[in-house]
């Protein structure tokens, strides 16, 4: 596991809450100089620590009003179906995250759409049809309690 000492901690948990922060700002939290803190702070990227920075966007603000988990079960994994799917996954705007998965499932997709109906037809007209797919289950998201979110640092204070 890569060795982080405590002002390199501090900094990726002040990032993880406002990554357009300026370096000399970071530094003043941290109790660095500012010169140090972007040496840190490039170390960090170019290690790929720090992949890089986003907008968080109100999905319901730009009309995706269903957000829902997709499970997804293969027919087989010996033939190019597992490629196959991630491919075609790989360029469906609509979801937003897939992973492999151990269990009864092959994959789960994080999925947002504005309705009900676009769901249906997200599922039965372009998910099942994919070749390879034997079985989806969907499970709609009621409330997000939490996330996504940050990446837990504790474990690196040891």
């Not at 140090?36 to 170390?43: I, K, L, N, T």
């Not at 087989?76 to 269990?103: L, N, Y």
């Not at 504005?114 to 994919?130: G, K």
Request: proline letters at 4%.
């Amino acid at each position: 596991m890569p060795q982080f000492d405590e002002f390199e901690i501090k900094m990726l948990d002040i990032l993880q809450r406002d990554g357009r922060k300026p370096v000399s700002e970071i530094a003043q939290e941290i109790g660095l100089s500012n010169t140090p803190c972007a040496r840190r702070f490039e170390a960090l990227q170019e290690a790929g620590v720090i992949k890089g920075f986003t907008a968080r966007i109100g999905r319901r603000a730009v009309g995706l009003m269903v957000e829902v988990f997709v499970q997804v079960r293969l027919v087989s994994h010996s033939d190019d179906s597992p490629e196959k799917f991630i491919a075609a996954v790989q360029r469906m705007d609509e979801v937003s995250a897939c992973w492999t998965m151990t269990g009864d499932y092959d994959f789960l997709l994080h999925v947002m759409v504005p309705s009900v109906d676009d769901l249906n037809a997200f599922v039965m007209h372009r998910l099942m049809r994919l070749s390879g797919v034997r079985d989806v289950h969907t499970q709609l998201v009621l409330q997000n309690i939490k996330g996504p979110g940050h990446v837990p640092l504790g474990h690196l204070r040891g």
